[in-house]
Protein backbone atom coordinates (compact mmCIF):
# COMPACT_ATOMS: atom_id res chain seq x y z
CA UNK A 1 0.00 0.00 0.00
CA UNK A 2 1.71 3.19 -1.49
CA UNK A 3 -0.86 6.12 -0.83
CA UNK A 4 -0.37 8.78 2.23
CA UNK A 5 -3.88 9.42 1.81
CA UNK A 6 -5.82 8.33 5.08
CA UNK A 7 -9.45 7.77 4.74
CA UNK A 8 -11.71 8.93 7.42
CA UNK A 9 -14.78 6.99 8.32
CA UNK A 10 -17.05 8.95 10.76
CA UNK A 11 -19.09 6.44 12.88
CA UNK A 12 -20.14 9.48 15.35
CA UNK A 13 -23.94 8.73 14.46
CA UNK A 14 -23.67 4.69 14.87
CA UNK A 15 -21.01 3.94 17.55
CA UNK A 16 -20.81 7.53 18.80
CA UNK A 17 -24.87 7.06 19.32
CA UNK A 18 -24.35 3.86 20.82
CA UNK A 19 -23.16 5.65 23.89
CA UNK A 20 -25.51 5.94 26.75
CA UNK A 21 -27.79 9.17 27.08
CA UNK A 22 -26.04 10.35 23.44
CA UNK A 23 -29.14 8.86 21.22
CA UNK A 24 -30.45 11.73 18.56
CA UNK A 25 -33.62 12.08 16.76
CA UNK A 26 -34.08 12.08 12.70
CA UNK A 27 -33.23 15.58 12.17
CA UNK A 28 -30.25 16.06 14.54
CA UNK A 29 -28.54 13.47 13.16
CA UNK A 30 -29.35 15.04 9.17
CA UNK A 31 -27.54 18.20 11.18
CA UNK A 32 -24.63 15.93 12.44
CA UNK A 33 -24.05 14.29 8.91
CA UNK A 34 -24.18 17.82 6.75
CA UNK A 35 -21.67 18.80 9.50
CA UNK A 36 -19.48 15.93 8.61
CA UNK A 37 -19.65 16.28 5.42
CA UNK A 38 -18.41 19.42 5.69
CA UNK A 39 -15.57 18.36 7.61
CA UNK A 40 -14.38 16.40 5.04
CA UNK A 41 -14.85 12.64 6.54
CA UNK A 42 -15.18 10.43 3.70
CA UNK A 43 -17.26 7.93 4.80
CA UNK A 44 -20.32 8.33 6.92
CA UNK A 45 -21.62 5.07 9.19
CA UNK A 46 -25.43 6.57 9.63
CA UNK A 47 -26.32 3.58 11.51
CA UNK A 48 -27.85 0.24 12.37
CA UNK A 49 -30.24 -0.08 9.77
CA UNK A 50 -32.02 -3.19 11.39
CA UNK A 51 -31.84 -2.26 15.18
CA UNK A 52 -35.28 0.02 15.01
CA UNK A 53 -37.64 1.73 12.42
CA UNK A 54 -35.61 4.99 13.61
CA UNK A 55 -32.02 3.99 12.50
CA UNK A 56 -33.96 2.29 9.39
CA UNK A 57 -35.70 5.94 8.80
CA UNK A 58 -31.67 7.87 9.74
CA UNK A 59 -29.88 6.20 7.17
CA UNK A 60 -32.39 6.45 4.50
CA UNK A 61 -32.78 10.32 5.09
CA UNK A 62 -28.33 10.48 5.30
CA UNK A 63 -28.59 8.26 2.96
CA UNK A 64 -30.40 10.90 0.64
CA UNK A 65 -29.46 13.74 2.15
CA UNK A 66 -25.28 12.88 1.37
CA UNK A 67 -23.67 14.38 -1.64
CA UNK A 68 -20.16 13.53 -1.36
CA UNK A 69 -19.85 10.97 1.06
CA UNK A 70 -19.83 7.19 1.01
CA UNK A 71 -22.63 6.31 3.64
CA UNK A 72 -22.25 3.19 5.37
CA UNK A 73 -25.07 0.80 7.61
CA UNK A 74 -23.92 -2.17 9.78
CA UNK A 75 -24.91 -5.17 9.03
CA UNK A 76 -24.67 -8.45 11.19
CA UNK A 77 -23.87 -11.69 9.26
CA UNK A 78 -26.85 -12.60 7.96
CA UNK A 79 -29.64 -11.89 5.43
CA UNK A 80 -32.12 -9.74 7.43
CA UNK A 81 -29.43 -7.18 8.54
CA UNK A 82 -28.06 -7.00 5.29
CA UNK A 83 -31.04 -7.11 3.32
CA UNK A 84 -32.38 -4.21 5.86
CA UNK A 85 -29.19 -2.38 5.48
CA UNK A 86 -28.93 -2.56 1.37
CA UNK A 87 -33.24 -0.91 1.62
CA UNK A 88 -32.20 1.81 3.78
CA UNK A 89 -28.85 2.98 1.69
CA UNK A 90 -31.07 2.54 -1.78
CA UNK A 91 -31.38 6.77 -2.23
CA UNK A 92 -27.35 6.58 -1.64
CA UNK A 93 -25.25 7.95 -4.48
CA UNK A 94 -22.21 5.80 -2.74
CA UNK A 95 -23.91 3.21 -0.42
CA UNK A 96 -21.97 0.87 1.51
CA UNK A 97 -22.84 -2.22 3.06
CA UNK A 98 -20.63 -2.56 6.75
CA UNK A 99 -21.10 -6.50 7.76
CA UNK A 100 -19.27 -7.79 10.67
CA UNK A 101 -19.39 -11.21 13.01
CA UNK A 102 -16.89 -11.99 15.91
CA UNK A 103 -13.28 -13.65 15.43
CA UNK A 104 -12.13 -13.94 19.02
CA UNK A 105 -12.62 -17.76 20.37
CA UNK A 106 -14.38 -16.12 23.58
CA UNK A 107 -16.90 -14.04 21.39
CA UNK A 108 -17.19 -17.16 18.69
CA UNK A 109 -17.69 -19.83 21.87
CA UNK A 110 -20.27 -17.60 24.02
CA UNK A 111 -21.59 -15.26 22.25
CA UNK A 112 -22.39 -16.31 18.52
CA UNK A 113 -21.88 -20.19 20.32
CA UNK A 114 -20.38 -20.92 16.46
CA UNK A 115 -17.04 -23.16 15.36
CA UNK A 116 -14.18 -21.41 13.93
CA UNK A 117 -15.38 -23.00 10.82
CA UNK A 118 -19.22 -22.42 11.07
CA UNK A 119 -17.65 -18.63 11.17
CA UNK A 120 -15.45 -18.53 8.04
CA UNK A 121 -18.75 -19.97 5.99
CA UNK A 122 -20.73 -17.10 7.85
CA UNK A 123 -18.06 -14.66 6.26
CA UNK A 124 -18.22 -16.23 2.68
CA UNK A 125 -22.03 -16.32 2.68
CA UNK A 126 -22.80 -12.78 4.51
CA UNK A 127 -19.91 -11.05 2.11
CA UNK A 128 -20.65 -12.67 -0.94
CA UNK A 129 -24.84 -11.91 -0.65
CA UNK A 130 -23.75 -8.37 0.55
CA UNK A 131 -21.64 -8.14 -2.45
CA UNK A 132 -24.70 -8.97 -4.35
CA UNK A 133 -26.29 -5.94 -3.17
CA UNK A 134 -24.19 -3.62 -3.42
CA UNK A 135 -20.98 -2.65 -4.63
CA UNK A 136 -19.01 -1.85 -1.43
CA UNK A 137 -18.66 -3.63 1.02
CA UNK A 138 -17.03 -3.63 4.64
CA UNK A 139 -16.07 -6.38 6.38
CA UNK A 140 -15.28 -6.41 10.40
CA UNK A 141 -13.50 -8.82 12.30
CA UNK A 142 -15.57 -7.67 15.96
CA UNK A 143 -12.63 -8.08 18.98
CA UNK A 144 -9.46 -9.04 16.43
CA UNK A 145 -7.20 -8.11 18.79
CA UNK A 146 -7.91 -10.92 20.62
CA UNK A 147 -8.39 -13.14 17.80
CA UNK A 148 -6.48 -16.07 17.02
CA UNK A 149 -3.86 -14.68 14.28
CA UNK A 150 -3.97 -17.76 12.42
CA UNK A 151 -7.61 -18.01 11.75
CA UNK A 152 -7.75 -14.29 11.61
CA UNK A 153 -5.92 -14.57 8.36
CA UNK A 154 -8.13 -17.01 6.74
CA UNK A 155 -10.91 -14.89 8.07
CA UNK A 156 -9.51 -11.97 6.23
CA UNK A 157 -8.84 -13.89 3.01
CA UNK A 158 -12.25 -15.54 3.16
CA UNK A 159 -13.92 -11.60 3.14
CA UNK A 160 -11.41 -10.33 0.27
CA UNK A 161 -12.14 -14.02 -1.32
CA UNK A 162 -15.84 -12.90 -1.12
CA UNK A 163 -15.74 -9.44 -2.43
CA UNK A 164 -15.16 -7.30 0.76
CA UNK A 165 -12.59 -4.30 -0.46
CA UNK A 166 -12.36 -2.90 3.23
CA UNK A 167 -11.32 -4.80 5.92
CA UNK A 168 -11.60 -3.80 9.56
CA UNK A 169 -9.44 -4.96 12.52
CA UNK A 170 -11.25 -3.25 15.68
CA UNK A 171 -10.25 -3.41 18.96
CA UNK A 172 -13.78 -3.80 20.17
CA UNK A 173 -13.02 -3.77 24.02
CA UNK A 174 -9.83 -1.24 23.82
CA UNK A 175 -7.10 -3.97 24.59
CA UNK A 176 -4.88 -3.05 22.24
CA UNK A 177 -1.62 -1.08 22.61
CA UNK A 178 0.21 0.95 20.21
CA UNK A 179 2.97 -2.07 19.22
CA UNK A 180 0.46 -5.13 19.05
CA UNK A 181 -1.88 -2.94 17.33
CA UNK A 182 0.49 -2.21 14.85
CA UNK A 183 2.34 -5.84 15.04
CA UNK A 184 -1.04 -7.00 13.91
CA UNK A 185 -1.70 -4.59 10.93
CA UNK A 186 1.86 -5.23 9.57
CA UNK A 187 0.98 -9.36 10.18
CA UNK A 188 -1.83 -9.46 8.60
CA UNK A 189 -0.76 -7.32 5.52
CA UNK A 190 2.19 -9.69 5.13
CA UNK A 191 0.50 -12.78 5.38
CA UNK A 192 -2.88 -12.45 4.08
CA UNK A 193 -2.08 -13.85 0.52
CA UNK A 194 -5.00 -11.48 -0.82
CA UNK A 195 -4.27 -8.80 1.55
CA UNK A 196 -3.08 -6.51 -1.57
CA UNK A 197 -7.04 -6.12 -2.69
CA UNK A 198 -8.05 -4.57 0.21
CA UNK A 199 -7.84 -0.98 2.22
CA UNK A 200 -7.37 -2.15 6.11
CA UNK A 201 -8.88 0.12 8.50
CA UNK A 202 -8.74 1.01 12.25
CA UNK A 203 -11.48 0.81 14.86
CA UNK A 204 -10.39 1.89 17.96
CA UNK A 205 -11.97 1.88 21.90
CA UNK A 206 -10.67 3.94 24.06
CA UNK A 207 -11.02 1.78 27.39
CA UNK A 208 -7.07 2.40 27.88
CA UNK A 209 -7.07 5.79 26.40
CA UNK A 210 -4.99 4.62 23.85
CA UNK A 211 -7.43 4.97 20.95
CA UNK A 212 -5.80 7.50 18.85
CA UNK A 213 -2.04 6.41 19.32
CA UNK A 214 -3.60 2.81 18.64
CA UNK A 215 -5.16 4.10 15.25
CA UNK A 216 -1.44 6.16 14.52
CA UNK A 217 0.27 3.20 14.95
CA UNK A 218 -1.91 1.18 12.13
CA UNK A 219 -1.44 3.78 9.90
CA UNK A 220 1.98 3.73 10.36
CA UNK A 221 2.16 0.00 9.97
CA UNK A 222 -0.41 0.20 6.58
CA UNK A 223 -3.92 1.19 7.62
CA UNK A 224 -5.34 3.10 5.27
CA UNK A 225 -8.83 4.25 6.60
CA UNK A 226 -9.29 4.97 10.32
CA UNK A 227 -13.02 4.69 11.98
CA UNK A 228 -13.17 7.22 14.63
CA UNK A 229 -15.87 9.75 16.16
CA UNK A 230 -16.22 13.96 16.63
CA UNK A 231 -15.15 14.60 20.21
CA UNK A 232 -14.46 10.46 20.76
CA UNK A 233 -17.96 9.89 21.69
CA UNK A 234 -18.73 5.70 21.71
CA UNK A 235 -19.47 3.18 23.69
CA UNK A 236 -17.81 2.88 27.09
CA UNK A 237 -14.91 5.08 27.46
CA UNK A 238 -15.67 5.84 23.56
CA UNK A 239 -13.88 5.74 20.28
CA UNK A 240 -10.91 7.36 18.79
CA UNK A 241 -11.38 11.14 18.00
CA UNK A 242 -10.98 12.44 14.74
CA UNK A 243 -10.02 15.82 15.70
CA UNK A 244 -7.31 13.81 17.67
CA UNK A 245 -6.06 11.94 14.99
CA UNK A 246 -6.79 14.47 12.00
CA UNK A 247 -4.42 17.22 13.84
CA UNK A 248 -1.78 14.62 15.27
CA UNK A 249 -1.34 13.46 11.09
CA UNK A 250 -1.04 17.28 10.24
CA UNK A 251 0.74 19.03 12.99
CA UNK A 252 3.49 15.71 13.36
CA UNK A 253 3.66 15.08 9.20
CA UNK A 254 7.19 15.12 9.83
CA UNK A 255 7.04 11.72 11.35
CA UNK A 256 3.19 10.75 10.23
CA UNK A 257 3.45 11.51 6.80
CA UNK A 258 -0.46 11.31 5.86
CA UNK A 259 -3.11 13.03 4.52
CA UNK A 260 -6.81 13.12 5.05
CA UNK A 261 -9.42 14.84 3.73
CA UNK A 262 -10.44 16.89 7.15
CA UNK A 263 -11.17 20.11 7.03
CA UNK A 264 -9.66 21.10 9.81
CA UNK A 265 -10.83 24.66 10.33
CA UNK A 266 -14.76 22.78 10.38
CA UNK A 267 -13.25 20.81 13.75
CA UNK A 268 -14.73 22.97 16.12
CA UNK A 269 -17.96 23.39 14.63
CA UNK A 270 -18.71 19.97 14.29
CA UNK A 271 -17.38 19.06 18.01
CA UNK A 272 -19.50 22.07 19.58
CA UNK A 273 -22.94 20.76 17.44
CA UNK A 274 -22.32 16.83 18.65
CA UNK A 275 -21.50 18.24 21.91
CA UNK A 276 -24.73 20.08 21.67
CA UNK A 277 -27.14 17.60 20.15
CA UNK A 278 -26.38 15.03 22.47
CA UNK A 279 -25.78 16.94 25.52
CA UNK A 280 -22.43 15.26 26.02
CA UNK A 281 -20.25 17.90 27.14
CA UNK A 282 -16.69 17.91 26.44
CA UNK A 283 -14.06 17.83 28.96
CA UNK A 284 -12.41 21.00 29.71
CA UNK A 285 -8.75 19.73 29.35
CA UNK A 286 -9.78 17.55 26.07
CA UNK A 287 -6.98 17.44 23.34
CA UNK A 288 -7.64 20.35 20.40
CA UNK A 289 -11.66 20.43 21.41
CA UNK A 290 -11.48 21.22 25.24
CA UNK A 291 -12.56 24.80 26.10
CA UNK A 292 -8.53 24.99 27.89
CA UNK A 293 -7.30 23.02 24.82
CA UNK A 294 -5.41 27.04 24.29
CA UNK A 295 -5.63 28.72 26.86
CA UNK A 296 -2.59 29.62 29.05
CA UNK A 297 -3.18 30.34 32.38
CA UNK A 298 0.65 30.81 34.07
CA UNK A 299 2.44 33.92 33.56
CA UNK A 300 5.78 32.16 32.69
CA UNK A 301 3.39 30.93 29.31
CA UNK A 302 1.16 33.62 29.15
CA UNK A 303 4.70 35.70 28.81
CA UNK A 304 6.23 33.69 26.10
CA UNK A 305 3.13 33.36 23.79
CA UNK A 306 3.05 37.41 24.24
CA UNK A 307 6.57 37.16 23.06
CA UNK A 308 5.59 34.74 19.91
CA UNK A 309 2.83 32.07 20.07
CA UNK A 310 4.75 29.48 19.00
CA UNK A 311 6.88 29.18 22.30
CA UNK A 312 3.51 27.15 23.67
CA UNK A 313 1.31 26.52 20.58
CA UNK A 314 1.99 23.45 18.59
CA UNK A 315 -0.91 24.51 16.67
CA UNK A 316 -3.48 27.63 16.18
CA UNK A 317 -6.81 27.88 17.76
CA UNK A 318 -7.60 29.23 13.91
CA UNK A 319 -6.49 26.04 12.97
CA UNK A 320 -9.21 23.90 14.23
CA UNK A 321 -11.51 26.97 13.90
CA UNK A 322 -11.70 28.27 17.05
CA UNK A 323 -12.02 32.25 16.26
CA UNK A 324 -10.81 34.12 19.42
CA UNK A 325 -13.62 35.12 21.56
CA UNK A 326 -14.83 37.98 20.77
CA UNK A 327 -17.09 40.63 21.81
CA UNK A 328 -19.95 40.89 19.22
CA UNK A 329 -23.68 42.02 18.57
CA UNK A 330 -25.10 44.43 21.87
CA UNK A 331 -28.75 45.65 22.42
CA UNK A 332 -28.91 47.44 19.48
CA UNK A 333 -27.65 45.45 16.69
CA UNK A 334 -30.32 44.71 14.07
CA UNK A 335 -30.75 41.80 12.06
CA UNK A 336 -29.13 42.08 9.29
CA UNK A 337 -26.07 42.17 11.82
CA UNK A 338 -27.43 38.98 13.69
CA UNK A 339 -27.63 37.04 10.37
CA UNK A 340 -23.77 38.50 9.74
CA UNK A 341 -23.01 36.34 12.78
CA UNK A 342 -24.49 33.55 11.66
CA UNK A 343 -23.16 33.02 8.45
CA UNK A 344 -19.72 33.95 9.85
CA UNK A 345 -20.42 31.29 12.57
CA UNK A 346 -21.59 28.82 9.84
CA UNK A 347 -25.31 29.13 10.94
CA UNK A 348 -27.86 29.12 8.21
CA UNK A 349 -31.20 29.39 9.53
CA UNK A 350 -35.02 28.29 7.93
CA UNK A 351 -36.89 31.97 8.08
CA UNK A 352 -38.71 30.76 10.87
CA UNK A 353 -35.55 29.52 13.21
CA UNK A 354 -34.19 32.72 12.48
CA UNK A 355 -37.17 34.96 13.54
CA UNK A 356 -37.34 32.55 17.15
CA UNK A 357 -33.32 32.93 17.93
CA UNK A 358 -33.01 36.79 16.92
CA UNK A 359 -36.28 37.41 19.55
CA UNK A 360 -34.05 35.09 22.00
CA UNK A 361 -30.82 37.20 20.71
CA UNK A 362 -32.85 40.48 21.63
CA UNK A 363 -34.20 39.28 25.25
CA UNK A 364 -29.83 38.41 25.89
CA UNK A 365 -28.64 40.98 24.99
CA UNK A 366 -30.76 43.19 27.51
CA UNK A 367 -30.24 40.50 30.37
CA UNK A 368 -26.71 40.37 29.96
CA UNK A 369 -23.66 43.36 29.33
CA UNK A 370 -21.65 41.37 26.75
CA UNK A 371 -23.05 39.21 24.43
CA UNK A 372 -19.57 36.32 23.07
CA UNK A 373 -20.03 33.87 20.38
CA UNK A 374 -20.21 30.94 22.35
CA UNK A 375 -23.55 32.89 23.58
CA UNK A 376 -25.21 33.07 20.20
CA UNK A 377 -23.90 29.39 19.13
CA UNK A 378 -25.68 27.95 22.65
CA UNK A 379 -28.38 30.09 21.93
CA UNK A 380 -29.21 29.08 18.23
CA UNK A 381 -28.49 25.50 19.33
CA UNK A 382 -30.79 25.17 22.38
CA UNK A 383 -33.72 27.09 19.67
CA UNK A 384 -32.85 25.38 16.67
CA UNK A 385 -32.31 21.80 18.06
CA UNK A 386 -35.42 21.69 20.36
CA UNK A 387 -38.00 23.16 17.50
CA UNK A 388 -39.37 20.12 16.39
CA UNK A 389 -39.99 18.93 20.28
CA UNK A 390 -43.60 18.39 21.02
CA UNK A 391 -43.54 19.37 24.54
CA UNK A 392 -41.99 22.66 25.67
CA UNK A 393 -41.18 25.08 28.36
CA UNK A 394 -43.99 27.82 28.07
CA UNK A 395 -42.96 29.95 31.35
CA UNK A 396 -41.29 29.25 34.48
CA UNK A 397 -41.75 31.12 37.81
CA UNK A 398 -39.89 29.14 41.37
CA UNK A 399 -39.79 30.92 44.63
CA UNK A 400 -36.70 29.72 46.71
CA UNK A 401 -34.34 30.57 49.18
CA UNK A 402 -33.47 29.84 52.67
CA UNK A 403 -36.55 29.66 54.30
CA UNK A 404 -39.84 27.83 53.37
CA UNK A 405 -40.02 25.14 50.85
CA UNK A 406 -39.25 25.89 47.33
CA UNK A 407 -42.25 26.11 44.67
CA UNK A 408 -42.25 26.08 41.13
CA UNK A 409 -45.05 27.14 38.22
CA UNK A 410 -44.25 25.95 35.36
CA UNK A 411 -46.49 25.70 32.03
CA UNK A 412 -45.47 23.97 29.16
CA UNK A 413 -46.80 23.30 25.62
CA UNK A 414 -47.84 19.91 25.08
CA UNK A 415 -48.94 19.22 20.80
CA UNK A 416 -49.72 22.66 20.92
CA UNK A 417 -51.95 23.19 24.04
CA UNK A 418 -51.14 25.13 27.13
CA UNK A 419 -50.81 22.96 30.30
CA UNK A 420 -49.70 24.38 33.67
CA UNK A 421 -49.15 22.41 37.06
CA UNK A 422 -47.58 24.13 40.74
CA UNK A 423 -45.38 21.68 42.80
CA UNK A 424 -42.98 21.81 45.29
CA UNK A 425 -39.78 20.37 46.21
CA UNK A 426 -37.03 20.23 48.48
CA UNK A 427 -34.99 22.77 46.14
CA UNK A 428 -35.94 24.85 42.80
CA UNK A 429 -34.97 22.04 40.53
CA UNK A 430 -36.81 19.48 42.33
CA UNK A 431 -39.55 21.47 42.56
CA UNK A 432 -39.95 22.20 38.81
CA UNK A 433 -38.93 18.62 37.65
CA UNK A 434 -41.92 17.81 39.50
CA UNK A 435 -44.57 20.09 37.91
CA UNK A 436 -43.16 18.76 34.52
CA UNK A 437 -43.58 15.44 35.93
CA UNK A 438 -47.50 16.93 37.09
CA UNK A 439 -48.11 18.00 33.70
CA UNK A 440 -46.77 14.74 31.44
CA UNK A 441 -46.83 11.68 34.00
CA UNK A 442 -43.98 9.71 33.25
CA UNK A 443 -43.65 7.63 36.92
CA UNK A 444 -41.27 5.25 35.40
CA UNK A 445 -38.40 7.65 34.56
CA UNK A 446 -35.73 8.11 36.70
CA UNK A 447 -33.16 11.42 36.87
CA UNK A 448 -29.59 9.94 36.10
CA UNK A 449 -28.06 13.32 35.67
CA UNK A 450 -28.22 16.95 35.91
CA UNK A 451 -25.35 18.85 35.12
CA UNK A 452 -24.83 22.83 34.63
CA UNK A 453 -21.74 24.61 33.02
CA UNK A 454 -21.40 28.62 32.48
CA UNK A 455 -21.24 29.33 28.30
CA UNK A 456 -19.14 31.98 29.13
CA UNK A 457 -16.97 34.06 32.12
CA UNK A 458 -18.72 36.30 34.36
CA UNK A 459 -21.80 36.26 37.04
CA UNK A 460 -24.43 37.15 34.35
CA UNK A 461 -22.72 34.10 31.49
CA UNK A 462 -25.72 31.57 30.33
CA UNK A 463 -26.10 28.38 32.36
CA UNK A 464 -26.03 25.39 29.85
CA UNK A 465 -27.57 22.66 31.77
CA UNK A 466 -27.47 18.45 30.58
CA UNK A 467 -30.20 16.30 31.96
CA UNK A 468 -30.05 12.50 31.70
CA UNK A 469 -33.39 10.71 32.13
CA UNK A 470 -33.72 6.55 32.44
CA UNK A 471 -36.64 4.13 31.80
CA UNK A 472 -36.60 0.77 31.57
CA UNK A 473 -32.71 0.34 30.38
CA UNK A 474 -33.16 3.65 27.96
CA UNK A 475 -31.81 6.98 28.33
CA UNK A 476 -32.27 9.91 26.81
CA UNK A 477 -30.36 13.35 27.30
CA UNK A 478 -31.51 16.41 26.67
CA UNK A 479 -29.69 20.37 27.12
CA UNK A 480 -30.68 23.89 27.84
CA UNK A 481 -29.15 27.21 27.71
CA UNK A 482 -30.57 30.75 29.09
CA UNK A 483 -29.31 32.66 31.76
CA UNK A 484 -31.61 31.48 34.05
CA UNK A 485 -29.73 28.52 34.95
CA UNK A 486 -33.51 27.42 36.55
CA UNK A 487 -35.29 28.22 32.72
CA UNK A 488 -32.39 26.14 31.65
CA UNK A 489 -32.80 23.47 33.74
CA UNK A 490 -36.65 23.47 32.66
CA UNK A 491 -35.77 23.35 28.91
CA UNK A 492 -32.81 20.45 29.42
CA UNK A 493 -35.31 18.46 31.77
CA UNK A 494 -38.14 18.59 28.81
CA UNK A 495 -35.62 18.14 26.05
CA UNK A 496 -34.81 14.85 27.46
CA UNK A 497 -38.47 13.85 28.55
CA UNK A 498 -39.36 14.34 24.19
CA UNK A 499 -36.43 12.52 23.56
CA UNK A 500 -37.52 9.75 25.81
CA UNK A 501 -41.36 9.60 24.64
CA UNK A 502 -39.74 9.70 21.18
CA UNK A 503 -37.58 6.38 21.85
CA UNK A 504 -41.08 4.50 24.01
CA UNK A 505 -43.44 5.12 21.41
CA UNK A 506 -45.64 8.35 20.97
CA UNK A 507 -48.75 6.86 22.99
CA UNK A 508 -47.25 8.17 26.63
CA UNK A 509 -48.88 11.86 25.34
CA UNK A 510 -52.04 10.54 25.71
CA UNK A 511 -51.92 10.29 29.27
O1 LIG B 1 -16.19 -2.09 18.21
C1 LIG B 1 -16.56 -2.86 17.31
O2 LIG B 1 -16.10 -4.01 17.19
C2 LIG B 1 -17.56 -2.37 16.38
C3 LIG B 1 -17.82 -3.22 15.17
C4 LIG B 1 -19.27 -3.48 15.00
C5 LIG B 1 -17.21 -2.59 13.96
O3 LIG B 1 -18.12 -1.34 16.56
ZN1 LIG C 1 -16.94 -0.09 18.01
Redesign the pocket.
Known amino acids: MTTDRILIFDTTLR ?1 GEQSPGCSMNLEEKLRVAAQLEALGVDIIEAGFAIASEGDFEAVEAVARQAERAIVAS ?1 ARANRADIERAAQALKPARRPRIHT ?1 IATSPLHMKVKLGKSPEEVLEAIRESVTFARNLVEDVEW ?1 A ?2 ATRSEPDFLARAIETAIRAGASTI ?1 L ?1 D ?1 VGYATPETYGALFRDMLNRVPNADKAIFST ?1 C ?1 NDLGLAVANTLAAVMAGARQVESTVNGIG ?1 RAGNAAVEEIAMALRVRHDVLPFRTGIVTTEITRASRLVSAVTGMQVQPNKAIVGANAFAHESGIHQDGMLKDAATYEIMTPESVGQAQSSLVLGKHSGRAAFRDKLAQLGYSLADNEFADAFRRFKDLADAKKQVFDEDIIALVDDEVLRGHDRIQVSEVEVYCGSTGQARAILTLSVDGEEKMAAAKGTGPVDALFKAVRAIVPHPEAHLLRYEVAAVTAGTDAQAEVSVVLGEAGRTARGVGAHTDTLVASARAYVNALNKLLVKRGRSALAA
Open positions: DLFSEDNPTHHE
